[in-house]
């Protein structure tokens, strides 16, 4: 049996079945079943439970471990994920024809005092006992990457920033779909979120490109990047230039300075702990929650031991499991924040007549045995690890390092949760998938990892580690948590991640508001 911190997998004969906790009433197939199959899993004291499966189950989807009444809790991770639509038998398939996300029995499953004791028990960093080569910036943060930015205030110059990146090796840019037609508060999330990935540490200088007559002027976002950063920042506007052509050539003799300047730059030796260490994962199946999730939190606990700080988001994703993290703030106040930003979601979504689990999971997600939202959350926050939560910061703010398990606000969507989080200062994001996704992003490096060995072989293009040996084996979950922080090591110091290798840049911003 794996335990509640999926640390213990001891080397035993194959079993076709796992359970998380010994409170589970459901247990995952970890191989295909067919009606009449015994399905085994391993117990406490490594003992041998069965039940036989009574319909053919999909792959990482759960079967009932003993009878639940139509009304009663469906327990996975030792919590509730669902509520049971009618009676279920043991060796029933369990999913979305007999079970629905609820909010009537969030706390139907009793947490004992010690294990919420321990999970906010704060761990004191040791000394830091890994160190990268990574690029010292005059503002005193460290970058992994050195690129030069041609950032696009706005829509009317993505087209131009993009010519302008290709015509010259070492700059990065992205397609910026906002910067006008936008009200206040919106805009200045754009701002906010331009100035955030202009200052991150990877990127040495930047060249802001704006039209002229947009709602982010080129001043507007220089001034907010100039707030956060020290770094040299040159200025384009196209209309004040003559035109898109002359704009891509003064932008290319301009973008070959700064690299050439950039290309000065050398690596040093910096501790682990000056890393600002992102999470996130997409494409989930249940396959994230019992294998690759859990491997990145004991990486983020890792972490935190070193002194770096590791970043949490995907707000949407923490919907059903928000009072389970909330245990383990570090105070009430934050504790209340972290509640506040889940509440705050749920209610902005009802705001168009849509509710949080109208969406969520996917039609992806559910083929890949996820059931509810409850389930997906809770499979999401184990990238979290078991870290004292110290801090809840909004979408692209600044995240200050040394700050160990934090939780940034952002939405659930890939490009867009990822973009928030390296805005805050990520140099670095390690991001799980079950089925398969491309996501990358200009300005960090997104290093993905499945424990579903389908899909680290049918998207090897994609995948940078194959974890599936944490639901498999041999390996132990020590192993291969010390395989995965070696491979971290290698990107900082410049390994490609796949998705650098493959030029994938998507980056989304997100709207409080539609365009006026």
């Known amino acids: 049996m794996l335990d509640s911190r999926g640390l213990t997998r001891e080397r035993q004969p194959m079993r076709n079945g796992v359970i998380i906790d010994d409170r589970d009433n459901v247990v995952v197939a970890i191989y295909p079943l067919h009606a009449g199959d015994e399905v085994t899993y391993a117990l406490p004291g490594g003992e041998s439970g069965h039940v036989v499966a009574n319909q053919d189950v999909p792959l990482f989807h759960k079967v ?6 139509a009304g009663q809790a469906v327990v996975k991770y030792g919590e509730f994920i669902g509520q049971a639509t009618c009676d279920i038998k043991a ?25 919420q004791n321990e999970a906010a028990r704060p761990s004191a960093p040791v000394a830091c006992t890994r160190t990268f080569m990574g690029y010292r910036r005059s503002d005193g943060h460290v970058g992994i990457r050195n690129h030069v930015l041609i950032l696009p205030t706005s829509i009317c110059a993505s087209d131009t920033t993009e010519r302008i990146a290709r015509a010259v090796e070492g700059c990065v ?39 002229g007559c947009e709602g982010c002027q080129n001043d507007l976002v220089v001034d907010a990047i100039r707030k956060r950063t020290n770094k040299r920042i040159e200025t ?57 999730n859990p491997l990145i939190g004991e990486v983020s606990d890792w972490m935190v031991s070193q002194g770096a700080t590791t970043v949490l988001c995907e707000t949407p994703e923490l ?12 105070t009430k106040e934050i504790g ?15 705001k168009f007549g849509a509710e949080m689990r109208e969406g969520n999971p996917s039609p992806g997600n559910m083929a890949g ?29 600044q995240l200050d390092a040394h700050k160990g398990l934090v939780v940034m606000d952002t939405p659930g969507n890939d490009p867009s949760s990822v973009g ?11 991001f799980s998938t079950g089925l398969g996704t491309p996501t990358g992003n200009a300005i960090a490096p997104v290093l993905r990892l499945t424990a579903n060995g389908r899909t680290a072989k049918t998207m090897a293009d994609n995948i940078d580690f194959d974890a599936q040996a944490t639901i498999y084996g041999p390996q132990t979950m020590e192993e291969l948590r010390d395989q995965l922080i070696d491979q971290i090591i290698r990107v900082c110091n410049g390994e490609p991640t796949c998705a650098e290798a493959l030029g994938y840049t998507e980056t989304a911003l997100p709207h409080l508001c539609n365009y006026m």
């Open 64 to 69: 009932a471990r003993q009878d639940i009444k």
């Open 91 to 115: 060796g029933d398939h369990v999913h979305v024809h007999n079970c629905a996300s609820s909010d009537a029995l969030k706390d139907a499953v009793d947490v004992d005092a010690d294990v």
């Open 173 to 211: 840019t992205f397609h910026n779909q906002n910067g006008c037609s936008q009200v206040d508060a919106d805009q200045q999330l754009t701002v906010d979120t331009l100035a955030g990935l202009a200052s991150n540490p990877n990127i040495h200088s930047v060249l802001a490109v704006s039209l």
């Open 236 to 292: 384009l506007i196209i209309q004040q230039v003559g035109g898109s052509i002359k704009a891509v050539e003064e932008g290319t003799r301009l973008a070959r300075e700064l690299v050439r300047e950039a290309s000065l730059e050398v690596r040093t030796e910096c501790g682990i702990d000056e890393l600002i260490f992102g999470t996130n994962c997409g494409g989930s199946d249940t396959s994230s929650g019992l294998g690759s």
């Open 319 to 330: 919907f059903g499991g928000e009072h389970i993290l909330a245990r383990r703030a570090a």
């Open 336 to 350: 209340d924040q972290l509640l506040k930003i889940v509440y705050d979601y749920e209610a902005y979504v009802q």
């Open 369 to 397: 045995g996820l059931t509810t939202l409850e389930e997906k959350s809770l499979g999401c926050i184990h990238k979290a690890g078991h870290s004292t939560i110290n801090a809840v910061y909004p979408y692209a703010a």
């Open 420 to 430: 928030g989080i390296i805005a805050g200062g990520c140099q670095l994001v390690v």
